[in-house]
């Protein structure tokens, strides 16, 4: 492994200034007290429809970086964090893999500077004002069964999906019902990612819609007077964490949504701290470009006021066996040309394949992809982040460098902000998706209608599954003819959007039957094992 370059020097590319930095160690840092013009070009990773493991999406982002290192371009990463959840769950750490990493990994990995668990402690610091008030003799007169803010965990939990509270036998306790979320799906963290600055931070938080009063008036987080003490446990997480690649590269990981049950971006600070320091700054959304794409282009874009050069899409051998015939790569290319297709007709984007290369890949199936690739005339290029770091990357960096040089594309949406949250769903679920139409349950009819009475011009989010373009995992390829079924509805009105839950979706994931977390181990001198 490269030694890693004191954060002082990797500072010193982006042109910051110790004043600029507050150390958390030798390798990681903090940024602060920037004014912020961005100016760099900007290039989004998205990927098809996953396995299980993921495609490499963090990989070829990382590598695709040093390899503009190893050309002399001036280029900043823009990550998310980590969570626990996966980390000690399924997929292990996030931080790239082989070559292609973002260091100090553990760190980055576990507990970093602190961001996630200043969310969990801001978002349970509102919930127990919630049920104090209540305790305390309810004078906002809250319905404790029209609550609709929630307490959030860092971690695969089942368990607490749905839990009884209040149920010590004390004489103004109400008991009821309640559910947590893993903090990369809390409104707190949406919120983080969305705000300019600490005053806009402060001013969601305030309006963070936490249920109804008996007579159905909205009630917020501010007539808890919550904001203020929300605020102060975000101080530091609101700025944005400064790492770098084992080639030395800058990067900037700072939030950490899902893309499955949440937005799946970086902080809009993030991206544009990146933009303002960098000649290029290169950043990844969640899952496939169905999910984090399409939440990237049609929310972060818009509430941002950026606009990217391109798109890269990563696909693998894996990817498209597994969404074909009985692991048929011909059948399986018809999802990733339905994502080249959405990128580019509906978001007017230029768009390049990544064909992510691992090493039990066959020369006969990378170059049947890139042959059907070349017939449907779709721009691919074969990288090899994960093998050969920087180096296996350079061809694709070239084909980026190039396209970026040409006049960026203005950038069009696949809803109207300013429709109704039903045709914003359709929209996204028939021209997205490939749905035919969109059914709701009773419960998600009902909050509709609530709902359509608040959130006027709000962004939708909609939480599925990340294995199809469907809400039905098992619906592989290209699906058609099918329903996209909506079952509930959240409203994050802090962060301006509404949830839209679809499919037998969770926003608190469950461990697997043999969790991650048994595979490691730490020794006497405090190494870890097994973590990435």
């Known amino acids: 492994m490269n030694r890693l370059l004191n954060i002082t020097t990797i500072a010193k590319k982006l042109g910051l200034k110790k004043e600029n930095l507050e150390l958390y160690g030798n390798y990681k840092a903090k940024i602060s007290g920037l004014k912020l013009s961005p100016k760099g070009k900007l290039i989004l990773v998205t990927a098809i429809n996953p396995t299980t493991s993921g495609e490499g999406k963090t990989t070829v982002s990382i590598g695709l970086a040093d390899a503009f290192t190893l050309l002399n371009e001036k280029v900043c990463l823009a990550l998310r964090e980590p969570s626990l959840g996966p980390v000690f769950g399924i997929k292990g750490g996030a931080t790239g893999g082989g070559k292609s990493r973002v260091e100090p990994s553990d760190d980055i990995n576990l507990h970093f500077t602190g961001d996630f668990h200043a969310i969990t402690s801001a978002n349970n610091l509102l919930s127990a004002f919630i049920d104090n008030h209540i305790f305390q003799g309810n004078s906002l007169n809250i319905d404790p069964n029209q609550i609709l803010f929630h307490r959030c965990l860092d971690m695969n939990d089942r368990a607490l999906r749905e839990i009884t509270i209040n149920e010590e036998p004390l004489k103004r306790n109400v008991k009821r019902q309640e559910s947590f979320s893993i903090t990369a799906a809390s409104e707190i963290m949406a919120i983080l990612c969305l705000a300019k600055n600490i005053d806009d931070l402060k001013e969601r938080l305030g309006n963070i819609l936490i249920g109804f009063s008996k007579d159905n008036n909205p009630i917020y987080a501010k007539d808890l007077h919550a904001e203020e003490a929300m605020t102060i446990l975000l101080k530091d997480a609101i700025k944005p964490n400064l790492v770098q690649t084992l080639q030395h590269t800058p990067c900037i990981i700072h939030g950490g949504p899902f893309a499955n049950i949440a937005h799946g971006c970086n902080s809009i600070i993030a991206t544009k701290t990146a933009l303002s ?256």
């Not at 874009?301 to 969404?323: D, Y």
């Not at 297709?341 to 992809?369: C, G, M, P, R």
């Not at 009819?445 to 199809?468: D, G, R």
């Open 277 to 532: 320091l960098a000649d290029y700054c290169i950043t990844e959304a969640g899952f496939g470009a169905d999910l984090g794409g399409e939440k990237f282009l049609d929310m972060k874009c818009r509430e941002a006021s950026i606009n990217p050069n391109l798109v890269v899409l990563v696909a693998t051998v894996k990817a498209l066996k597994l969404h074909g015939q009985n692991e048929d790569l011909i059948s399986g290319f018809s999802n990733l040309e339905k994502h080249v297709e959405n990128i580019k007709k509906i978001y007017n984007k230029k768009v390049v394949v990544a064909l992510n290369k691992f090493a039990d890949d066959s020369e006969e199936d990378l170059q049947t992809i890139l042959n059907l690739c070349s017939t449907k005339q779709i721009d691919c290029v074969l990288c090899s982040p994960f093998l050969e770091g920087g180096k296996g990357c350079i061809d694709l960096a070239k084909r980026v460098i190039n396209l970026c040089q040409y006049k960026r594309l203005p950038l069009q949406y696949s809803y109207k902000l300013d429709d109704t949250i039903e045709n914003k769903i359709n929209d996204i679920a028939t021209k997205i998706y490939g749905a035919n139409n969109v059914v709701y349950s009773q419960l998600a009819s009902e909050k509709l209608e609530k709902f359509n009475k608040i959130a006027q011009n709000y962004y939708v989010i909609i939480a599925k599954t990340q294995y199809s373009l469907s809400d039905d995992p098992k619906l592989i390829g290209r699906p058609q003819n099918f329903t996209l079924h909506v079952n509930d509805l959240e409203i994050k009105n802090g962060a301006r959007f509404v949830v839209a839950i679809a499919g037998n979706i969770s926003l608190m994931p469950g461990l697997p039957k043999v969790p991650n977390g048994e595979k490691m181990y730490i020794n006497q001198d405090g190494e870890i094992f097994n973590l990435k």
